[in-house]
């Protein structure tokens, strides 16, 4: 198993010292005029992670239509790559306050593993990030480019309600039929209210995945290229595969309940939305309305320099 690892953490770590108050952006929002540019891994983020676990375990391919963005699952190179094989997956929703290029957004699905063939012919079993969206463009290229994770853009939208609980509505740039991805879609394609309960402060590590015999390592396969190349040439394409290993960790997490009712969602026909997203009433196949998971405040995230190497075809 490839575990979190203290030493790459502890570089990661001096390397975000010394990015400090620097970042690749004066101004990291979608109207700044500060070119996007190439901000190489390993990176240390901060922020507050919220987590849904998937008990995929007896979901088998085909995975719903909804489980790729519209971009990359019309790419053999990023759906054929490997047979889903299900097991534990996850929804996470993050806000980070500061990244290597500011601060940012974030919704990520993890249906569970992926079994295929890396670089040296072998057998292999990992964890692949199928869909994400984020906040802004310079995040939104960078993921991309570092580490093969299919970044597109969205609007999210949070509100903080009387009775505690907190709501984000995401309205994705590539929902909505137009390839372009020039605007968010009006309608959400994912919302969530997180209401805490009283036990918290509890510590919290992806190192628990290890003890738990869960291997958190990504691989993803190469990305296509966006249609014009997105809103703000935030789309860049990928010709190999990335193997990253990611970390989370805080001293302060606090088990909740998500409610995943998703409403009238982002029906436009059939039920489905303008891409043909299937809609489900709590989102995914698998999920009941109401989950336990955990919410991770003053979080430390890592991502891992990746390996690399270019796909070959069998
Ligand atoms: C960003 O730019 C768009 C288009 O020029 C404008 O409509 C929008 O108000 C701007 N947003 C902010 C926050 O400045
Ligand atoms: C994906 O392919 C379908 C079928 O060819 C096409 O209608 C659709 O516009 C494509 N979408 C994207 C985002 O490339
Ligand atoms: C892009 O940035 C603008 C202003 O900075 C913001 O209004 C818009 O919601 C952002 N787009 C996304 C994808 O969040
Ligand atoms: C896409 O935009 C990026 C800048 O964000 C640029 O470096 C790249 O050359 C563009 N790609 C294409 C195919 O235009
Ligand atoms: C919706 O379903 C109906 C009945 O199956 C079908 O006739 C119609 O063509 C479908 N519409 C679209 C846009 O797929
Ligand atoms: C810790 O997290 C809480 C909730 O996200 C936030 O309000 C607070 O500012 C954070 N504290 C620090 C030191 O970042
Ligand atoms: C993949 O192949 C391309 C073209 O053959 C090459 O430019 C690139 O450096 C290779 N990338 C890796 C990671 O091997």
Known sequence: MKLFNAVPTLAAGLLALTFSGAHACEDCTNNSTDPIVRVPAPWTLYGQVYVITLLDLGLTGPLPTKAYPPLERNSSEFTDAGEFIAGLGNIQIVRYTDSPVGPYDELLLVPGFWKYEDADGEQKENVRVSRIYVSQKYTC??????????????????????????????????????????????????????????????????????????????????????????????????????????????????????????????????????VGDEYYPNFWPTLPRLNLGLRMDNATITFSEATYWNFTKA
């Open 141 to 274: 290229y960078n993921g991309r480019l570092n580490w093969d994770i299919p970044k597109h853009l969205a609007r999210f939208d949070w509100t903080d309600n009387a009775d505690g609980s907190t709501t984000v509505k995401v309205f994705p740039y590539d929902t909505d039929g137009d390839e372009g991805e020039f605007k968010p879609a009006a309608k959400p394609w994912f919302q969530t209210t997180f209401a805490p309960t009283l036990v918290n402060n509890v510590p919290f590590s992806t190192d628990l995945y290890g003890w738990l015999g869960v291997d958190t390592t990504l691989v993803q396969p190469p990305l296509p290229a966006g249609h014009g190349n997105g809103s703000y040439g935030e789309l860049p394409g990928t010709d190999y595969w990335a193997k990253t290993v990611p970390g989370q960790s805080t001293d302060d997490a606090t088990l909740g309940i998500f409610d995943m009712d998703q409403g009238d969602g982002d029906v436009v026909v059939n039920g489905t939305n303008a």
